[in-house]
Structure formats: structure tokens, C-alpha cells
């Protein structure tokens, strides 16, 4: 069965204080591995979309990479506005756009 | 460029009512998305829509479900009649391409008493 689980489930920082969260798939084939934001009560806010093992995205301060196996979302000297759920969906490559969401990473960084 | 527009951004209704969610994607993305959210679960996907046709129904929970997506454009996602378990936060995404990234909107927040 095609899987996604994100870990850890939850995540404390200290302002400036670096970190990464994982992103681990077990799929039949996999299309794209996708990294959404989630704040409280609002949509998920697309970040980056990761094609093939090796690819790296950045944004400001976050950088995405890619493995056969799993995907880790960088964040170097986070502030008080990166707290948020962070995403991970796989996207197969079956034909469907169909995303598979792992449960979310949710991060607090305090100043 | 208006983003991924949801409505109602919340329903209440009792057990057994109708109700009707709309979604406006981002003009000019042929594909729609719906996706939901159960308490303490992961998002989960219902369907997408290529223009106004269905390609995947796949998560569709049953036929109390019903999507439309008239004249490719915005569509509905009905639930005739309502059950408690389908409380959750409705999203619906649009997207480009079908490997493109897929925009969402706020969620309709449903909540069956």
C-alpha cells in the first residue's frame, strides 16, 4: 500500500536554531514528491515539488531534497513566522493527479 | 491573480440535510481537485476533475457524494444526506497541468450534528 510518514510529528526550535524534517514514502511508483505550509485554519500553500532523486529546491530559508526513499525539508536559522504544519504529499505516476498526504510535521520556533 | 476560492467557509447542519460545497479554482487550470481532512487524520483525496470530466473518483467514500463540474469551470461537491463521520475540513485544490503543483483553497469547515 502506498505510504507516506512524517516525522517527528512535532518540533520545537529556538529562533535561529537549524533543523530538518523527514519525509519518508513507500509508493509504486512516484511522479512528484510535493511540500506544502499549513497555518491554523487556513488552505495548504504550495513550496516546492521535487521530481527525481538528487533534486534540491530552495526558498529563502528553506531547502528541499530527494532520495529514493524520502524527502528532508531544511530549515537554517528559522524565525517565529516559519512556525507552521509542514506537508509532504507524494503525487504517483499512474495518471491521476491524486496527492497522498503524509500527517504534517508541525513546527514552533520561539524567539 | 485570485487564488483557489472555497464557499461556504463554514456549514453547520443536522444529520440527514443536504449540503452543497463550490469551489472556484484558478482561472484557466483544467484540473480540480477535492480533497478532505478528518479530525486527526491526514488529508485525503476525493477526486479530480480534467475540465468538466471526472479522471479519478477513486476517494469518493460512497454514493452520498456527488461532484459536478459543469462547463469546466467551478463545481460542487454535495452531500445527500449528511452522516456525522463526514465532518472535516473540505479543501479544493486546482492545478496547471496534472503533474503541476496544485493550489488550495481556505476549506469549507463541515460540521454534521
Known amino acids: 500500500e502506498d505510504q507516506v510518514t512524517q516525522s517527528p510529528e512535532a518540533l520545537r526550535l529556538q529562533e535561529g536554531e537549524s533543523s530538518s524534517l523527514n519525509c519518508s514514502y513507500t509508493v509504486s511508483g512516484l511522479r512528484g514528491l510535493f511540500w506544502y505550509r499549513q497555518d491554523p485554519g487556513k488552505g495548504p500553500e504550495f513550496l516546492f515539488t521535487?521530481?527525481?532523486a538528487g533534486e534540491e529546491k530552495e526558498k529563502e530559508r528553506l531547502k528541499a531534497t530527494l532520495t529514493k526513499k524520502e524527502s528532508f525539508l531544511h530549515i537554517t536559522a528559522p524565525k517565529p513566522e516559519d512556525s507552521a504544519t509542514y506537508l509532504c504529499a507524494v503525487q504517483l505516476g499512474s495518471g491521476t493527479g491524486k496527492l497522498i498526504f503524509g500527517q504534517g510535521t508541525t513546527l514552533q520556533v520561539k524567539p | 491573480e485570485a487564488g483557489v476560492t472555497q464557499f461556504p467557509s463554514h456549514s453547520v447542519i443536522e444529520k440527514g440535510q443536504t449540503v452543497t460545497l463550490r469551489c472556484d479554482p484558478i482561472s484557466g487550470h483544467d484540473n480540480l481537485y477535492w480533497y478532505r481532512r478528518v479530525m486527526g487524520k491526514e488529508i485525503k483525496f476525493l477526486l479530480h476533475f480534467v475540465k468538466e470530466s471526472k479522471q479519478d473518483e477513486s476517494g469518493m467514500p460512497n454514493n452520498r457524494f456527488l461532484a459536478e463540474r459543469t462547463g469546466g469551470t467551478y463545481s460542487t461537491l454535495k452531500v445527500q444526506p449528511a452522516e456525522l463521520e463526514d465532518s472535516g475540513v473540505y479543501f479544493c485544490?486546482?492545478?496547471?497541468?496534472?503533474?503541476?503543483?496544485?493550489?488550495f483553497g481556505p476549506g469549507t469547515r463541515l460540521l454534521v450534528l
Open positions: 521535487l521530481y527525481s
Open positions: 485544490a486546482s492545478s496547471q497541468t496534472v503533474q503541476g503543483a496544485q493550489y
